[in-house]
């Protein structure tokens, strides 16, 4: 079973930065996409960072110039938040989506994981 562990949320005053890094164990394959999507209070996840496996990566308009993703591409991705602002306040979550061909026709299956979670809190 999948599992992806998550970690480096925590509190920082705005203008702040923090690290999340989030490890995929439990298999041997290699991920198709993985990266972060948040959740703030009373609002709907919305993507911040993916990154694929060919090394394109798509982050939020918002988000585009503070946060930065990258991966070592043995199923660990690093998400930076830099100059952080109060709105940035949300549970971030780790996704990980892995494709796997399942025939000599070239069939695949696909599956989604999400991580538990991790609390981003910029306050004063």
């Known amino acids: 079973q999948v599992q992806l562990v998550e970690s480096g949320g925590g509190s920082v005053q705005p203008g702040g930065s923090l690290r999340l890094s989030c490890s995929a164990s439990?298999?041997?394959?290699?991920?198709?996409?993985m990266g972060w999507y948040r959740q703030a209070p009373g609002k709907e996840r919305e993507l911040v960072a993916l990154v694929t496996s060919g090394g394109g990566t798509n982050i939020a308009g918002s988000m585009k110039d503070r946060f930065s993703i990258s991966t070592d591409y043995r199923n660990t991705v690093v998400l930076q938040l830099n100059s952080l602002k109060a709105e940035d306040t949300a549970t971030y979550y780790c996704y990980a989506k892995f494709q796997r061909v399942v025939n000599v026709e070239g069939a695949t299956t696909t599956k989604v994981y999400w991580g538990l979670g991790t609390l981003v809190t910029v306050s004063l």
């Open positions: 439990g298999t041997r394959d290699s991920f198709n996409v």
